[in-house]
């Protein structure tokens, strides 16, 4: 299978013929004009056939980042370079919540914050003290357990 890298620079992402194909299909059905470009509202429609629901204004601001010409409109290669570090935001949220379960034999959603203290100044790269206390901060709960899923969320809410 062949594999195609992206134009754009920021996007370090390698896509398959099969999902360059399957992002051509979703922009030009989506189209309708067949203007070459999509309207903030045909995204959105793109966005939720991809199972990607988005707020009024994280799609605003995911909008304004791919239309780099400031048109008010993005054409196939901005909304593949899109689509395609979404993709990659995706991947990284599944790789990092592995991560955490692996350290949740039980499922339960939560660890005890020792045992992710020990765990993140003593396993492959070492947090410091106070970037350890920076994540406490904003992930601990009141009964000294971190939810990751929350933390996870979090973390790429703005991504």
Known sequence: MARRRLAREESSVV???DQVAELKE???LFDK???GVLTKASL???LKQFGVFVTAEALDEMFDEADTTKTGSIGFPEFMSLMSRRMKQSSNEEILLHAFKTFDPNSTGYIP???ISRILTSLGDKLNESELAEF???SENE??????????NMLF???
């Not at 009964?143 to 996870?152: A, P, S, T």
């Open 15 to 17: 896509l398959a013929d």
């Open 26 to 28: 979703a922009f030009e």
């Open 33 to 35: 004009d067949r203007t």
């Open 44 to 46: 959105k429609n793109v």
């Open 113 to 115: 914050s020792k045992e």
């Open 136 to 138: 406490l901060n904003v």
């Open 143 to 152: 009964k000294g357990e971190v939810h990751y899923q929350l933390f996870i």
């Open 157 to 159: 809410a703005k991504k």
